[in-house]
């Protein structure tokens, strides 16, 4: 089953100190326009092959644009074993919008 948090969430989280990865799964192009202060960038595509550079301890976020391809890239990584994955719902977009407004809309 498919572990979700808001972006809301993921603030409080990262406010409270708590042992939290952000993978950032968006295309380049896309990081130009925003991003999240943190994050790591592994491309969706690329993901199969940086397994060894995602955690598997603390807790780790998937992020994208929507939250569409970070689902896809939770759930497959939960396919993988990985335990502590979670995708961030609604993505960057909602971001904007429930937590921080300077972070631009695209």
């Known amino acids: 089953m498919l572990k979700e948090l808001t972006p809301k969430q993921v603030q409080q989280r990262l406010h409270d100190g708590l042992p939290l990865t952000i993978i ?14 943190g994050a790591l960038h592994i491309p969706m595509d690329d993901i ?12 780790v976020v998937i992020m994208c644009h929507s939250g569409m391809r970070s689902a896809q890239v939770a759930f497959w990584l939960t396919m993988q074993g990985f335990t502590n994955i979670y995708n961030m719902a609604g993505g960057i977009d909602r971001w904007s919008v ?7 809309r695209y």
Request: charged share 45%; proline share 9%.
């Open 24 to 37: 950032d799964v968006r295309e380049a192009w896309e990081l130009a326009i925003c991003r999240l202060e």
């Open 48 to 59: 199969p092959d940086a397994l060894e550079r995602i955690p598997r301890e603390g807790e």
């Open 98 to 104: 429930e937590v921080d407004a300077k972070v631009p």
